[in-house]
């Protein structure tokens, strides 16, 4: 038996999901626009609703049976793919009256406005999209990646839009042409995380945050490795160049006329405790002092200890 791809549970899982009738109407709609043909059979207008899943033909024979009382035929072919699928299908005659309420011309770009007014109705449609022609990469993947492909310059540009600022998440979906077809897509992991939610496959965004978040872990456990380096040559700089400022003014008499107690102490602090971060000193000349130094306080000391070397030397 074919182990299900992480792509086709998120579809298992968000056509399982309880929707009202108009949020059926939108799923239906985007749903049907993208994955459907019509077709001529003994003079009938049939429409040809078509998906690799089965629970997803399913799902869509029990939302237009229940809204429109049209009971349809189910068939199944063999994909012309490589792996030869079989692909299942749901036929419906006399279906002008359901494409005409589900405000569906395949030869527009237009979205049908009049069925995503709301938040739901928004995320219904955008979840009938990717269960049509939607795919989503694997979480233990080398990248992130979940796309939806339509066939409509005009019509892909509408649906960026209402991805991008229709719905209760923000999402910064973009466009690319890809072997004659628009491809929608996401990169960011928060986003298609998001994304999951909002589809209602909430079994399989925890399994992708699972992932991602062993992933960002290691990632994180690097980058701090890094800002350590990098913070630690930063300290040796700062370092050698108060040091270097110190010893002129010592060498020159210059130190004798700083009447700044917080900074002769700081100085000689600095002299004994050369690689110490700035939070170090403060702490020491805090003990020193027997009084609060930030760090903040420790950058203004040696602000003004540079300052005097630049004039003095």
């Known amino acids: 038996m074919e182990t299900l791809s992480f792509s086709m549970r998120v579809k298992e899982e968000s056509a399982r999901v309880e929707r009202t009738d108009e949020e059926k109407r939108a799923f239906l709609s985007s749903f049907i626009h993208q994955s459907s043909y019509i077709s001529l059979s003994d003079k009938k207008d049939i429409l040809d609703i078509y998906s690799e899943q089965a629970i997803i033909v399913k799902t869509i024979y029990l939302y237009i049976d229940s809204l429109y009382g049209l009971k349809g035929k189910f068939s199944y072919t063999r994909s ?25 011309d395949f030869f527009s770009g237009n979205l049908p406005e009049s069925l995503i007014k709301t938040p739901e109705q928004k995320a219904s449609y955008m979840a009938g999209l990717f269960l049509a022609n939607g795919s989503v990469n694997s979480p233990g993947s080398k990248s992130y990646h979940l796309e939806i492909k339509v066939g409509n310059e005009a019509y892909a540009k509408k649906v960026m839009k209402l991805w991008n600022k229709g719905l209760p998440v923000l999402f910064s979906s973009k466009i690319v042409s890809r072997r004659g077809h628009e491809i929608i897509y996401l990169k960011r992991s928060g986003e298609i995380s998001d994304f999951l939610i909002l589809l209602g496959a909430k079994q399989c965004c925890l399994e992708f945050e699972n992932v991602r978040t062993d992933r960002d872990f290691v990632n994180i456990d690097n980058r701090f490795t890094n800002l350590d380096m990098a913070n630690l040559s930063k300290t040796i700089k700062a370092s050698e160049k108060q040091q270097k400022a110190i010893k002129f003014l010592k060498e020159s008499g210059e130190i004798y006329n700083i009447t700044n107690p917080k900074l002769s102490v700081l100085i000689n602090i ?5 690689d110490a971060s700035l939070n170090e000193l403060a702490a020491l000349l805090s003990k020193e002092m027997n009084t609060e130094i930030t760090k903040s306080n420790i950058n203004h000391l040696f602000r003004s200890l540079l300052k005097l070397y630049e004039e003095k030397k």
Do not use: M, Q
């Open 80 to 104: 012309s793919t490589f792996k030869k699928r079989l692909v299942f299908h749901l036929l419906i005659d006399n279906a002008r009256d359901l494409l005409s309420d589900l405000d569906i």
């Open 270 to 274: 600095r002299e004994k405790y050369p």
